[in-house]
């Protein structure tokens, strides 16, 4: 008969099921082996406490009034044997002292002997108490003591494999760091949701500051931070079930009437978070942004989730550190966002992605001065797609920052090309967004782009729209600051569609505004927007700051233009952005020359040149200049075209224009040298066959090794 029991109750065992059931199985087995006999099983837990689990012969408030108790000495009989570790027979309950407190609940019931025998791990950890109960003031029978350790082990087995469970249940659904319940956790309560009819709603929480924290302080900071986030959150939503997802979200399922004002939890969680914690001896306040979302009646549990993810996506950009209910038009938005970010990740990992240029000229020659690159998404099957259908994709961090770096890279490589081809090129405008501001390491990310192809960073201008230049609690601001000291310059684009743009180029100036095309458009002699634009030049003009006009799209509006002072533009007037072919045959035909005698870039009077300059040809009739010019701190060989190379100094720039200048002459062509010498004064010479020896005022200077010449030839 008792081999029957274990069998029974090992196979419950092996199938997982519930400890409790299983114990209250075993309970009433030994009960029906032992006829008069009342079984109960208590556990133990680690602060000590009695917790009855199954006492099937009982009533329910007998067991329940064990419920808590510490265990002790003088705690009836399965208090002390699990205090003692041995077990404790109380052959009458009336008299017993350890039973005195409370000794009625067993009496008022017709209880009156109790023999109870402490249950113990396979470690001699002490897991609960094994009890019979006698309705006669009497000692355990050698039957019933067989019965009692066949029971203690089957109790034994069932607690540790309960406990193996648990601890595995913990590490599956219980986050480590802050002990909440985790996203396997999260998704379980969401599919059992979908079972039940009672409204519910969800928050979608995200850690603002945790990467700053991280970065600032240290992760050890970091976790102080999400485990102080956790505990607030938690106690801010009550009795609505609060999870860990990861990193730095979280989500609350509200159930109940809450269900129908989630924002109003959502508020209660951002204000008990504001409060500063102390983390790793640094002081450090949880701040988030939250989505909320609403489940209608028969809503899927993963619609829910992705409404509650639009919402916050959207609190994200429009009120970061807020929280923001879903609608459906925000679901439209979102879904054209997600989309977007989906088809700019796929053509970044697919080479997909490319540099389209449109020309900026001077409005009084036509000829182009600098260029802005604008992103192209290349379909598989050719198409090219513009900039503008894939604007959502920039506001993702991870999608912009991939994008911003992939753009460096093909802008490098084109402006290397056309130097190469002694293409006489200025600058090219690159787009940036708030995200690439928000990724970090922005500028050095510019510097090692352009450094790989030995570009210098004053062929580059960053373009901030109005928008992003006022965004991030001023990060944007601070950063462009921070890259105009470093020698980059920073174009304000979209200029006047912004607020409050004057009182910022006061506290940030940028080296050049864009004039939105929308004023452009608009303009016509007397009009509002021909005002407008009138008083923005004469602004800028004032501030020192340079005006590039975009839109520009017939004569009149580039004449009105030209009238105001406004010299530099862009537009479908005089070119629609282009692929690097066409930009390349358009940048050979209409670059912008150097000035004939080159005074104005070595920054000398030109009159200094006029009796050089009025010498006639000697040869075949063919006169070609070359002059040594000071870049920023690169030594350049220029001619009227063309330039050749890159030097540290003025010898190593010396020895190419030599030999260009010896070239030219073997020919026939007469060649002049420009250059200014020491003291600033303009030296100009004619080379001649018999020109042996020239120093150029360079007695005294280095000469650099050969290899630091790059490309200077022809």
Partial sequence: MQLLLQNDILEMVARGE?????????????EALLPGVVCSILTVDDDGLLHPLAAPGLPRAYAAAFDNLPIGPDVGSCGAAIYLKQPVEATDIATDPRWAPYAYLPLAIGL???????????????????????????????????????????????LERDQQAAAQYRLAYRDILTDLPNRAAFNAASIRRADEDAPWALLLIDLDNLKTVNDT??????????RAAAWRIEKAAGANKTYRLGGDEFAVLIEGPSADDPVAVAERILENLHEPVDCDGHLAAPRATIGCAVAAADAVPEDVRQNADFALYHAKETRRGGAVLYNPDLGGAMSRRLTAIRDVGVALQEDR?????????????????????????????????????????????????????????????????????????QHVGINVSSADFQGGDLHELIRQAFAREDVSLQHIILE??????????????????????????VALDDFGTGFASLTHLLSVPVDIIKIDKSFV?????????????????????????KVVAEGIENQMQAELLRNFGCTLGQGYLYARPVDRRKITALLSEKAQKRDPDLALAIGLVPDQLTESLDR??????????????????????VSERRQFGRFPNRAAAFQCAMRLAREANASGATVELLHADTGGELKSFYLTDQTETLTLGLEDAEPAPPSTAKRAGT
């Avoid at 513009?386 to 093909?410: E, K």
């Fill in 18 to 30: 519930p400890l409790a059931a299983t114990a209250e199985a075993l309970c009433v087995r030994v």
């Fill in 112 to 158: 009156r002997a109790c023999w109870s025998t402490p249950i113990l791990s396979k470690d001699g950890d002490v897991l609960g108490a094994f009890a019979f109960y006698f309705r006669q003031p009497r000692a355990h029978t050698h039957q019933e003591a067989e019965v009692v350790q066949a029971s203690i082990h089957l109790c034994a087995i069932a």
């Fill in 217 to 226: 302080f240290g992760h050890r900071a970091g976790d102080c931070l999400i």
């Fill in 353 to 425: 992605i490319d540099a389209h240029y449109q020309p900026v000229v001077r409005l009084d020659t036509g000829e182009i001065v600098g260029l802005e690159a604008l992103f192209r998404v290349v379909t598989k099957t050719g198409e090219v797609i513009p900039a503008g259908d894939y604007f959502d994709a920039t506001t993702d961090i991870y999608t912009a920052t991939r994008l911003t770096a992939r753009m460096l890279d093909i802008v490098a490589r084109d402006v290397r090309a056309w130097l190469d081809q002694g293409i006489w090129f």
């Fill in 464 to 489: 901030v729209t109005e928008t992003v230049y006022m965004a991030s609690d001023g990060l944007v601001a601070n950063e462009i600051q921070k890259m105009r000291a470093n020698g980059l310059k």
């Fill in 521 to 545: 458009a608009r303009m016509e002699p007397e009009s509002r927007s021909t005002a407008i634009v009138e008083g923005l030049l004469t602004m800028a003009g004032k501030l020192g700051i």
């Fill in 616 to 637: 006639q040809a000697e040869g075949d009739g063919r006169l070609i200049r070359y002059a040594i010019l000071l870049c920023g701190e690169d030594w350049r060989v």
